[in-house]
């Protein structure tokens, strides 16, 4: 019987197209195992921290006791050849499960000499308690000497007990953010700006940049435009800052006129008041340079008779 297999294809849009095939896992054949010469095999563990290291160990003393002794060899050269090789680190010699389990049992009591972790009098496992003993100092090994040319198959090994740490950044208050970059900190709205009025009335003044106008932005013939909808927006929020209705009505817009926004460098929107024999008139209008591009009037919508009307004048950059 053939181990079932399949082929996935991956398509990207951009053109990248990735293919693999997976196979069935059935395990090792009774035969495929590899039984040990005698020698004791050498176990060497490592992790980030010692906690770590003793919880690797914990769990490998339970993996063992229940794997087959057959399966030594091929699990003493996964776990050296198989694993990260992290700072933390230790090393035994076990002939058989039991060696084994003694082994992690004097660690897991505290016990920490190394020379009698890996003390053999078998003169065959020399090279390798030279090896882990440079290994478990920090220095690299090349465990390829110790398996040959036909060294045991991997298997699976218990996984890396990876500490739960929170790796959120902390919020600060006032911090930028995705919602509230740096760039609209200090503006009261996107198309308001900063605040810059006088003795003569409010004024709010934008210095303008597409890049952060992406909400009413689009291209026009590959021209940067913004929707003529923000003359709206506008009005409402100048009404709402100035403290003229908290929910205004925007009625009798009229566009005057394209604006070349590329060549827009400020956007100047003014309020002034005036009295009127219905109760207060109030003009959005822009500076002296320029030139206006939208008249609109402003109600309260609780139905009172005071309005607003004005313009707002966009300040075009200086010819090169």
Not at 16 to 23: A, F, R
Not at 86 to 103: G, Q, S, V
Not at 162 to 175: H, I, L, Y
Not at 273 to 285: D, I, N, Y
Request: aromatic share 8%; glycine share 8%; charged share 30%.
């Amino acid at each position: 019987m053939h181990p079932r297999r399949a082929g996935i294809t991956s398509i990207g849009a951009g053109g990248m197209n990735s293919h693999i095939i997976v196979e069935e896992y059935t395990g090792g054949s009774a035969e495929a195992r590899e039984e040990g010469d005698g020698r004791a095999e050498l176990f060497v563990f490592s992790a980030m921290t010692d906690a770590a290291l003793e919880t690797c160990l914990a769990r490998f003393r339970d993996y063992v006791a229940a794997a087959e002794e057959s399966a030594l060899p091929s699990i003493a050269f996964t776990l050296r050849v198989g694993k990260n090789e992290l700072p933390r680190r230790w090393a035994f010699l076990a002939k058989d499960r039991r060696e084994a389990a003694a082994a992690l049992d004097r660690y897991l009591s505290g016990d920490r000499d190394l020379a009698a972790a890996l003390a053999d009098g078998d003169p065959r496992t020399e090279d390798a308690r030279q090896l882990a003993a440079a290994w478990v100092a920090g220095k690299k090994a090349d465990w390829s000497t110790l398996t040959g040319s036909r060294p045991p198959r991997r298997v699976s090994l218990p996984a890396y007990p990876f500490e739960r740490v929170r790796c959120w950044v902390a919020q600060e208050e006032g911090a930028p953010s995705v919602t509230a970059p740096l760039a609209l900190r200090e503006k009261l709205h996107p198309f308001l700006g900063r605040n810059d009025s006088d003795v003569d009335g409010l004024r709010y003044v934008l210095d303008v940049h597409l890049d952060d106008l992406a909400d009413y932005a689009f291209l026009r013939d590959k021209t940067p435009d913004v929707v003529a909808a923000f003359a709206v927006d506008t009005a409402l929020a100048a009404a709402k800052v100035s403290g003229f209705a908290a929910d205004p009505v925007v009625h009798g817009l009229r566009i005057l006129g394209p604006v070349d926004w590329p060549a827009t460098a400020r956007l100047v929107t003014s309020f002034s008041v005036a009295g009127c024999r219905h109760g207060l008139r109030r003009h959005l209008r822009g500076g002296r340079l320029g030139h206006p591009y939208a008249r609109r009037r402003l109600r309260r919508a609780a139905g009172r008779r005071a309005r607003a009307a004005g313009r707002a004048h966009p300040h075009r950059r200086p010819a090169p």
